[in-house]
Structures are given as C-alpha cells and as structure tokens.
C-alpha cells in the first residue's frame, strides 16, 4: 500500500534491445524528478547485455528480464505489480525531458484525473502534436490534411508519456493484453472514460519525442499496427467510447 513518506511516483520503461537509448533518459529523471521516483521498473523484453552500470546511483532502479517477449500492456501491468505509489508512469525509452514535468502535473491533476501527460514535441516540430479525435479510419486518414478539427481536448493519447492515478490503472485492471504492441494506448483511455476518470493534459508543459517509428520502416510492426486497429474497431470498449463522445457533442457519432 502506499505510504505518505514514499515518493510518488512509479515509473515503467521497456527495453527492445534499448538500454543505451535508456541511459540519458535515466538520467533526465534523476537530476530534474529524483525525489518524486520512489522507483524505475526497467523491463528487458528480448536478451541484451545490461549496459546500465552508467545509471543514476540515486535512482532506485529495479530490472526485470523477460524469459520470453510480453506485448506493450503484458509489460507495464507486470510492472504495476511492483508499484506501491499514487502514481504510475509508462514512459517510451525515447522520451526526453528538458525539465521537471512531473511535478507541474501532479501538483495540477484534478481529483476526477484517472491519466495526465505533457504535450508531447516531435523532432523538426516547433508545435506539439495535435490533440487525438476517436480512432476511426476517417480521422487516422484526415489527420493530416488541410481543414482537419483539431479537438480542443483528446479523446485519447498515444503511449509515450502515460502518467496513471494508480486507483484508477488497477479499477479497470491496466492494459488489455490482447493487444500485443499497438492499439492499447487507445483501448485504456477509452476504458478510464467509460470508468468515469478524466484524460487531463497539461497545456502549459513539454516533453520531446525522439521518434523511433519502427511501423514505418518495417512490416512486421505494420502489421501489428494494423491487426491491432481492426481489434480496435472491433471492441465493446470502442463502440461504448463512440456512443459516450456522442453524447457529450450532443448526439452526433464520431466518423
């Protein structure tokens, strides 16, 4: 259970072979967040030498090696097991940060906030990325053209950057693991709406993205991408989001 002298937060990082990606993002969270981390759960999912004597000392670093590879949500709920704080933090291996995000959004999260995350930068980019509408085809394929609504506030947010009210992540039970790599960013935040939680973002703060966009580059992580849309599309969970967005504009159903 947690404690009122234990630090806040849990943070989860997977590695795919990552570990040197790992190391300056290590030590980001030591020097601008170490005492709000009461640990880091680095999850090792494939065989890779452990290239972490670099780490922080002062950062309490607990590593797991997978016997066999875990998809995206089999690894963070793993690594849920292990958390006893507030708060939770699923953070991609090539988040970079700049500055104390955490404690802006944590000093700022609502009581009803069951996921609050930073805007998030990608590379080239001198504006964050647009807020994400409902997962459809129509809005994965408007996304970016011209005349595309940008909602003022996301239906959903990817997985870089998850920051979970640990109340919440463990009422709905965390990550579906039918999803393997893609698809269960989208099926958690509509899950914690449908719970009664809300996804609150922090306008104000910041945190960059070193893409690492394997689905463009290879096909087997397309496939996953696009096996796990349809498993998506075809979920209760999406259909009871579709009908909820619904309601709240009033009656129109997202495309």
């Known amino acids: 259970m947690p404690s009122a002298d234990r630090p806040p937060l849990t943070i989860s990082i997977v590695s795919h072979g990552q570990q040197a990606l790992i190391l300056p ?7 601008l967040c170490g005492p709000l981390i009461d640990r880091v759960v680095l999850t090792v999912n494939i065989p890779e030498p452990d290239l972490l004597a670099g780490a922080p000392p002062d950062l309490p670093l ?34 970079r940060l700049d500055h104390d995000v955490l404690s802006p959004l944590l000093a700022g999260a609502a009581p009803d906030a069951g996921l609050l995350a930073p805007r998030i930068l990608e590379p080239g980019k001198r504006a964050p990325e647009q807020h994400r509408a409902l997962l459809t085809p129509r809005e994965i394929l408007g996304r970016r053209k011209p ?10 947010i990817p997985g870089l950057f998850m920051l979970f009210r640990s109340e919440a992540y463990r009422r709905i039970g965390g990550f579906d693991e039918r999803f393997f790599m ?40 397309l496939w996953w991408h696009v096996s ?24 129109a159903l997202p495309r």
């Open 228 to 251: 796990s849309l349809l498993k998506v599309w075809g979920s209760r969970a999406f259909w009871r989001y579709r009908r909820l967005l619904a309601r709240e504009a009033g009656g």
């Open 25 to 31: 993002l290590l030590h980001q969270l030591a020097r």
């Open 147 to 156: 005349g595309y609504a940008i909602p003022a506030a996301p239906d959903w």
């Open 62 to 95: 607990l590593r797991l090696e997978n016997p066999a590879p875990l998809g995206f949500g089999a690894n963070n709920n793993q690594a849920f097991g292990h958390c006893r704080t507030p708060w939770f933090l699923v953070l991609n291996p090539d988040i």
């Open 182 to 221: 893609y698809g269960e960013d989208f099926d958690i935040c509509a899950r914690l709406r449908l719970a009664g939680w809300r996804i609150q973002i922090a306008e104000d703060q910041q945190a960059r993205h070193e893409a690492q966009r394997e689905s463009h580059r290879r096909l087997r992580p």
